[in-house]
């Protein structure tokens, strides 16, 4: 039978794949539409071998609160652009709802799961290869079920951050003092959320450099051993605020910290506020990116050609 440009534009709507792979396979499918979506279908899967070994350093992170649950996901792509591609994004916040609503282990339970349409996340997954063109990868995801979750997202996915509080007020109360919290995050990447954290080898090692550096400067190296040790106390009192969220100078008043800056916010809605957790998430956060020479993908290009 004859193809005509509506049937490929039928499908090409149907797959988003590109008009000369849509009459190739509807060609090839003589003319059935549902057997020309299979043909593409498996194409894409072969090709998603193929380009499961592209770096994808790109994508999205995402954080939302879904039904009570907070969710942070990455899902990676090559390109930058791919994170503003709808059917992108709508696959980012599919697998966030999966997430919450099935609550897997780990990212084998996740990719095993229904998506909600028929296919598992895995072939939702090769799904978007298959339409996008890139190498789509579901990286990494937390949530939390208990207490009140806060979820911001920051430059449209680059990145995305989940705090989790404990309280005795509504969500609503606190979604205000847990979004400044999360862009207090967002800003400052804190390597602990409190000092109490900071385990021993670190401060020995903040200790070490600080004695060392001591010890080099003529003026601080005749100091007593005493005032040594305060001057070391000191210093180790700025790396905490430099260093540990509920330290840390409050980013919106620097008058006060994190940990005041709830407790002084609990106290002015009339009940409790405790900083519980939280999940940082930076898409592409490391993962090694390939340096292209483009210069010499052309030349190769242009000799393939020849």
């Known amino acids: 039978m004859a193809i005509t440009a509506k ?17 190739k396979a509807l060609t090839e499918a003589e003319g059935d539409m549902d057997k020309a979506v299979e043909i593409l279908r498996e194409k894409g899967l072969a090709a998603s071998q193929k380009k499961a070994g592209r770096i994808a350093a790109e994508g999205m992170a995402y954080a939302a609160v879904i039904d009570g649950v907070g969710v942070v996901v990455e899902v990676n792509a090559e390109t930058d652009f791919v994170g503003k591609n709808e059917k992108f994004v709508d696959f980012v916040k599919g697998v966030a709802a999966v997430v919450a609503k099935e609550k897997p282990a780990d990212l084998d339970a996740l990719m095993a799961l229904p998506f909600g349409n028929g296919r598992t996340v895995q072939e939702e997954q090769q799904e978007m290869v298959l339409v996008i063109g890139e190498n789509i990868k579901v990286r990494r995801f937390a949530f939390y079920t208990d207490g009140v979750s806060v979820a911001y997202v920051h430059a449209g996915g680059k990145i995305g951050v989940l705090v989790n509080l404990e309280t005795s007020l509504s969500a ?3 979604e205000a003092v847990g979004k400044d919290v999360a862009m207090q995050i967002a800003a400052l990447n804190p390597r602990f959320w409190d000092k109490s954290q900071v385990d021993q080898a670190t401060l020995d090692e903040e200790k070490k450099i600080m004695l060392v550096q001591m010890a080099n400067d003529p003026k601080m190296a005749s100091k007593p051993e005493k005032v040594k040790e305060g001057i070391v106390a000191g210093k180790l009192g700025k790396f905490y605020k430099e260093n540990c969220l509920l330290q840390q100078e409050f980013v919106k008043d620097n ?10 916010s609990a106290k002015a809605l009339g009940g409790t506020i405790t900083f519980k957790d939280a999940v940082r998430f930076e898409k592409g956060e490391g993962i090694e990116k390939k340096q292209e ?7 190769s290009m242009v000799k393939g050609n020849g």
């Not at 020479?293 to 030349?299: R, Y």
């Open 7 to 23: 049937d490929v534009q039928a499908l090409r709507e149907m797959t988003g794949v590109g008009m000369m792979d849509c009459k």
């Open 172 to 174: 609503e109360q606190v």
């Open 255 to 264: 008058s006060m910290d994190v940990a005041k800056y709830i407790e002084t």
């Open 293 to 299: 020479n483009f210069a010499a993908e052309i030349a």
